[in-house]
């Protein structure tokens, strides 16, 4: 099959998102800069440098997100596990911009060491990040729709204890998700190791 996405696919779903996955999710707090605080999750999420750490996320939508950190510069990105599934799943309603995710889906907020936007207290990790750049997604006619960019500097790291064996962050004890497509998501369970082949000489 092959398709050319602004003709359709015929399909019952639309399989894009299932086929890029799994992916990361970032459950997002933030703080206006008038103190309302918001909790959401985001899948189109990734790391993309390691020194300094950074970390960006698209959302699709002009939301509460995206205008705080654009007052503030700054948000935690809250690491997404079973256990907290279904909580996650609550903070993704559109809620209006007065309502307090923390709160609505019953979940425990801790202060951040070095931001204003509180963090999941339970979360297996969290990653304290200000903002280096905001811009629009352009597509290919140059229309942005609602699509926004935020690429943040990672300037602080909280590892739950108990995630942490001979030194290494475990994702199987912390349980981290990922979004799949369609309504379907994915427990990171198994892993298997594959060291860079160092001793092969490039040609």
């Known amino acids: ?6 003709l359709g696919h015929g399909l019952p779903h639309c399989p894009f998102r ?3 996955s799994p992916r990361p999710i970032a459950w997002i707090s933030s703080v206006s800069a008038s103190g309302a605080v918001n909790l959401a ?5 990734n790391a993309i440098a390691g020194s300094p750490p950074m970390v960006m996320f698209v959302s699709e939508g002009h ?3 995206i205008r705080n950190i654009k007052e503030t510069g700054e948000f935690v990105v809250n690491l997404a596990s079973r256990a907290l599934a279904e909580k996650l799943n609550v903070t993704s309603v559109a809620w209006s911009s007065e309502v307090n995710e923390f709160e609505a889906a019953g979940i425990r907020a ?5 931001l204003r936007a509180p963090r999941v207290a339970d979360a297996a990790g969290a990653l304290e990040c200000r903002v280096t750049t905001i811009l629009p997604v352009p597509d290919l006619t140059g ?9 943040a500097q990672v300037v602080g790291i909280h590892l739950r204890d108990d995630c942490l064996e001979d030194g290494r962050f475990d994702i199987r004890r912390a349980g981290l998700i990922a979004r799949c497509g369609y309504w379907d998501y994915q427990e990171t369970t198994e892993l298997f190791e594959m060291p860079r082949p160092d001793h092969i000489t490039p040609h």
């Open 41 to 45: 999750p985001y899948s189109f999420f």
């Open 63 to 65: 939301k509460d997100t």
């Open 110 to 114: 801790e202060p951040s060491r070095l």
């Open 1 to 6: 099959m092959f398709y050319q996405p602004e």
């Open 143 to 151: 229309d942005v729709g609602e699509r926004t960019m935020a690429i």
């Open 18 to 20: 299932a086929m890029v």
